[in-house]
């Protein structure tokens, strides 16, 4: 196993890149299925999600390979259509299938998702919202077993109630190539979906509504490959201007390139101009100088263009290196906490009652050996190791081999004393030497 070991209280200085979007590069990944022939995709990160879910498209029987900076996935024979638990099992995203190979193939199996162990993330909007296309749906064994009568979808209405991302990704692609008309109301808006539906559209899809809560769809027979080019991360991107605000130089500015500032959502930037910390917004930049002294400022995370509930780890580490008291609340998932016991390891006071945590900031980090139980959980503790004394060995990032690409090489060019190692989790503790 591979484990991040931070030697803190080096700051962080120059300039960081921002790579590209994961969240939205799995819907472009799935939508490709849809065309027969080549579809080259532009901008796609190298993370353990985007091999696992090329595995999966691979099963199916597309053929995947690396192109420079991106994908061609070549799916003129799709003649597999089903996604294994074996791989389901370890991202949510390959849930996408469902709509993806219904849209291409008329039937699907595909297995219940794993991912992040954290929290209720039912699927049952993704089922329903398909039916409501004119699907039959059974569960076996484990398995969402999914046809359309005479191999295509009829259309329909449905309105999705929470708004949710992955739910919207999954009717859109089975609506994509039906026979008639849909909508999808109270659809998602965030960057991930827009991006994905200017994929289909360059791929011959007909939608209406772009960016807003209804989205309509009138079905065509089939799509064509197109070249897309992905768009950047925006969680990065918070990721990286929190920790230029905490690990700055007070007064010094850093520059985060490759950047779709507007993503981002109003109320982080809003927040995050809260706690004094300067910022710059270029085309493609945004540029942060710590304060001298950073502000508490409590968040609620929402749906978007709501505070991103990706970033809401992260920002705990900043309450922890704010003098006074702020707070976390999360709408999203109600159990998004399970980075705060490894965080008290290392001197953070919180205290979490339900969907919220409070954070009492002042007291200078300590490193310490800490697990990561999360994506979002375990760059918060890389965070923390950051500003904390002494060095902080983050376990188990496979986690956060699934979202941040090459973590430490990017914070290591810009002063960060941190490097990965391999190390046994299960080894017995040696007694030191008398």
Known sequence: MEKLVIRGGQPLQGSLPISASKNAALPL???????????RLGNIPRLRDITTFSHVLRIAGAEVTRSGDGLEVDASRIFFPEAPYELVKKMRASFYMLGALLGRCGKARVSLPGGCAWGPRP???????????????????????????????????????????????????????ARGGSRIENAAIEPDVVVCCEMLQAMGARLGGVGTRTIEVEGVPLLRPAAFSNCPDRIEL??????????GIPGETVTLTRAHPGHLGEDFMEAFRQTGADCDIGANTV???????????????????????????????????????????????????NHIPELARMGVRAQVSGNRVVVKGGTQL???????????????????????????HVGRIYHLDRGYEKLEDKLSACGIDIRRERYDEFATPQRPDP
């Open 29 to 39: 990944m799935a939508a490709s299925l849809l065309a027969p022939g080549v579809t």
């Open 123 to 177: 699927v049952n909007l993704h089922i329903d919202g398909i039916k409501a296309l004119g699907a039959s749906i059974d569960l076996d064994e484990g398995y969402v077993v999914a046809s359309s009568p005479g191999g295509r979808l009829d259309g329909g209405t449905f309105k999705l109630d929470p708004s949710s991302v992955g739910a919207t990704v999954n009717i859109l692609l089975a609506a994509s190539t």
């Open 238 to 247: 918070g990721t990286f201007m929190i920790a230029a605000a905490i690990a």
């Open 287 to 337: 540029s942060v100088t710590a304060p001298e002294e950073l502000t508490s400022v409590s968040i609620t995370t929402g749906i978007y263009p709501g505070f991103p509930t990706d970033l809401q780890a992260q920002w705990s580490v900043l309450l922890a290196c704010c003098p006074g008291t702020g707070s976390v609340t999360d709408t999203v998932y109600g159990d998004r906490f």
């Open 366 to 392: 300590k490193g310490a050996r800490v697990m990561s139980t999360d994506l979002r959980a375990s760059v918060s503790l890389v965070l923390a190791g950051m500003v904390a004394s002494g060095t902080t």
